[in-house]
């Protein structure tokens, strides 16, 4: 499996607090399947993000974890004025591995009117938009016609795991459900934050994904279209198919 959100660097934001806690997360991962993991400092009102910082802290975290897992870079960009200058001035800064695709994170408090168009200036610009765990914002939830749209517009949307499961209550896992019935996810990660409720492993994510929508929608979730990101690959734009596990769907990656 493919991981591309976590907070795994230790000391660059609300994540892991620790070089040790980071390497455990890191070995947590791996023990549950995941081979690729993007490390995704918030880029927010509390937390400056600093590149420099961040392929230093990689690095060592690499040579700490050896090949049990790989270590790539990424930002949990929160769309606000300042960044979204700073990303068009320099499209690859935030983005996975510097290769284009972003994830883009909305406040709790308001959606900027405008968000087609900005999600218009930064694909203009190369980018490619991935709307991280719409089903735990709730002004996302309460709208998921303006998801149906993004998503027809080229936007891609990332579900966190643990919603599934019902770690971020009924109404998260109920709209996540709903997301994933529709078609309208791309992707699953854990946005791990710590070694407890907000851990690093995936295997019981791709269990309940596999039993319930089937194997190959589980494949396309959590490894084809997860590692199309971390090679900088396109995803074909728009809905999936509707998951029904007792037919084939076609995979919608180029």
């Known amino acids: 499996m493919v991981d591309i959100h976590s907070h795994v660097l230790w000391g660059m934001d609300d ?69 979204i200058q700073d990303a068009l001035s320099d499209p690859r800064k935030y983005s996975v591995n510097g290769l284009g695709w972003l994830l883009v994170e909305f406040s709790d408090m308001m959606i900027f009117p405008n968000t087609e168009e900005i999600f218009a200036r930064l694909k203009n610009a190369g980018m490619g938009i991935i709307v991280t765990h719409p ?7 309460k709208d998921i016609d303006r998801l149906r749209r993004w998503v027809e517009s080229g936007v891609y949307l990332q579900v966190t795991g643990g919603s599934l ?61 997860p590692k199309a990101v971390i090679e900088g690959r396109a995803l074909h734009p728009g809905a999936l198919e509707p998951p029904e596990p007792a037919r084939r769907w076609f995979q919608l990656w180029r």
Not at 135 to 141: A, K, M, P, T
């Open 15 to 83: 994540g892991a607090r620790s070089l040790e806690m980071s390497v455990a997360m890191l070995r947590m991962a791996a023990a549950g399947g995941t081979t690729d993991i993007v490390a995704t400092p918030h880029a927010d009102t509390d937390y400056e993000f600093q590149p420099a910082l961040i392929a230093e802290r990689q690095a060592e975290l690499q040579a700490q974890v050896g090949d049990q897992i790989r270590v790539h870079a990424g930002c949990d960009f929160h769309l606000k004025y300042d960044n």
């Open 135 to 141: 089903e735990r914002n709730w002004l996302l939830r």
């Open 165 to 225: 499961l019902g770690t971020f209550g009924g109404d998260a896992k109920k709209f996540s459900e709903e997301l994933v019935t529709c078609g309208l996810v791309h992707f699953l990660a854990s946005d791990a934050h710590d070694l407890d409720r907000r851990a690093t492993r995936l295997d019981h994510v791709r269990n309940h994904v596999a039993e319930r929508y089937g194997d190959e929608y589980a494949e396309a979730l959590l490894t084809s279209h």
